[in-house]
């Protein structure tokens, strides 16, 4: 059941489908998954085989996506768009490739991940090799401020991977120390897509900042709503087990949230909670209650809301097109997405 679903939660409605929200720019992503499948046919035997594997079965390509409308409604249609956003989709899935093999995680999507599969050692160099590939794509094929900022994001978002290693299982973590890692491993993608594409186009200071600031918050609504939906989503929709996020030590902004609100006897409860619930999995069911009767799920929730709206009124201004439509509806899949 998804989480606005839930008893004590405002209701939300059905958001337009992701494939309706890329319509626009639907073949320019065949070319990107085509771009994809051919990304290490130069590489040695073993990567290669494990790189057409991890990109058989593409993710929703959100990030190319936004990329790719951005900079059509920038008036920028070249060839450099789909390096870029092949560059981007390339970070995004070493990224989620280095984040299983820290979490220990046997699936994702539903789906062997790349460790289960072909074990942390390999998988561990096939997202290296992503990494490294990206950027040198970027170099040969699109341009050095692109590199760049690629290169940019890709050390900022692994600054954000090791400070969240470096507070799992605290159960006193700041709410400014995850938002910094919020910013750091997922609001960066989203922020330097967006800045990719206004650097193709060309575009004015203005609409650069603009689509900075839809990228960013985008991005950190992005983060929020995966906390919430790791906790109240459903695995046969989202391919993981409830809690996921807890059991590998990450404290997300629900726990936060609940932990600041909640009175000393419940915040004591809280923490045992979740202590117990490293090994013993038998009490989700009681923190779920928790957190609901804290209200620090709807809290969170609307603090993902507050993010879209700012997302949203950041890119206000641009000319109506179907992909300044897009670019809006997605900001509202982000917000309502059940996995």
């Given amino acids: 059941m998804n989480f606005k679903e839930k008893p004590g939660l405002k209701k939300s409605s059905e958001p337009v489908s992701l494939s309706e929200i890329l319509s626009p720019v639907r073949k320019d992503l065949r070319q990107v998954e085509v771009y994809l499948s051919r990304w290490a046919d130069s590489a040695s035997p073993a990567i290669r085989k494990m790189a057409r594997a991890a990109f058989q079965k593409p993710g929703k390509l959100i990030r190319p996506g936004i990329l790719l409308l951005a900079a059509s409604q920038l008036g920028y249609r070249g060839k450099k768009r789909i390096a870029a956003a092949a560059a981007v989709e390339a970070i995004h899935t070493a990224s989620l ?77 700041e709410e400014k120390t995850y938002w910094y890692i919020v910013e750091s491993k997922t609001a960066s993608l989203f922020e330097a897509t967006c800045l990719v594409a206004a650097e ?62 909640a009175s000393t006897r419940d915040k004591n409860k809280l923490r045992q909670l979740v202590e117990k619930s490293r090994n013993n999995h038998g009490h989700l069911k009681e923190l779920f209650v928790l957190l609901n009767q804290t209200g620090a799920l709807q809290q969170a929730y609307d603090q993902a809301e507050k993010l879209v709206k700012k997302s949203k009124e950041s890119i206000n201004h641009l000319p109506a097109t179907p992909y300044s439509l897009s670019l809006l509806k997605m900001a509202d899949f982000v917000l309502r997405r059940k996995y």
């Fill in 97 to 173: 490739i280095h984040d299983d093999i820290i979490d220990g995680s046997a699936t994702r999507r539903g789906e062997k991940t790349m460790a289960a599969a072909y074990g942390e050692k390999f998988s561990l160099l096939l997202g290296d090799f992503f990494f490294i590939r990206s950027i040198a794509a970027s170099v040969r094929a699109i341009s050095p401020k692109i590199t760049d900022c690629l290169t940019r994001v890709t050390e900022k978002m692994i600054e954000g991977e090791a400070e969240e290693l470096a507070h799992a299982f605290n159960f006193n973590l």
């Fill in 200 to 261: 193709l186009a060309g575009a004015r200071p203005k609409d650069k900042k603009a689509l900075s600031a839809y990228g960013k918050n985008l991005g950190l609504a992005f983060q929020v709503v995966d906390d919430l939906i790791d906790i109240t989503g459903s695995p046969e929709e989202t391919g993981k087990p409830a809690f996921s996020d807890l059991r590998e030590g990450r404290m997300t902004l629900p726990f936060i949230l609940a932990r600041e609100a």
